[in-house]
């Protein structure tokens, strides 16, 4: 019997989360675009269904006089995912949490982030854990934003995350994954789907990470800041899906042959 077929072929199960099943295993964010126009295009180009924004910067109707995001960004159409962008307490994450809820009415779907400090935007793990833990026993469904260490990955998991998302690389640095082996433990050991989140630059990241066994990519500012926004959302989902695949199909192993 060959190397190859002995192999285990990876399991092709599809992207649960809170329940739903989805088609699309990109994940967007709303930031950081020319205009609400140019939001809502690059969005359908890129065929995601989870769309994430930063509860305290958009408004979703309550300033009247401002641009809504639900204009472009339908919740009939997307899982709407609020996030607690610039928040660098556990407490001022909760608060968020809450206030998120009330907007939309219930919606229990979070995605959670504490940040360090604001030239990195690096994950600040001990208020996360904090944070987690209170909005899980709120009655919360939490997706979390964290760093790339495997047993902080494992113990939001334990704690009832239902989504981990490691960082690749700083937000917004555009550096791509970093830490190859890291995302590859937690996405092996996780029983919860791992989506990496922040330092996608272009569509090869994104396919790096899926081909990694990711079964997700959540980015915002690689669409948002891309010469032509539109076209840059759509290689993402291509690149996703081509990820994907590789995945699936089991890569010839790497091998050093001397000369």
Known sequence: MSESSERPVPEDKPLEIAGRVYQSRLLVGTGKYRDMMET?????????????????????????????????????????????????????????????????EGHDLVKLEVLGEEKTLYPNMTETLVA?????????????????????????????????????????????????????LIAENANVPVLVDAGVGTASDATLAMELGCDGVLMNTAIALAQDPIRMAKAMRLAIESGRDAYLAGRLPPYSQDP
């Open 40 to 104: 809502g295009h690059a969005i359908e180009a890129s065929g995601a269904e989870i769309v994430t924004f930063a509860v305290r910067r958009t408004n979703l109707g309550q300033n009247p006089d401002e641009p809504n995001l639900l204009d472009v960004v339908s919740p009939d159409r997307y899982t709407m995912l609020p996030n607690t962008a610039g928040c660098y307490t556990a407490k001022d994450a909760v608060r968020t949490c809450k206030l998120a809820r009330e907007l939309l």
């Open 132 to 184: 987690a833990e209170e909005l899980i026993r709120d009655g919360f469904r939490v997706m979390v934003y964290c760093s790339d260490d495997p047993l902080l990955a494992k113990r939001l998991e334990e704690m009832g995350c239902i989504a981990i998302m490691p960082l690749g690389a700083p937000i917004g640095s555009g550096l791509g994954i970093q830490n190859r082996y890291n995302i590859r």
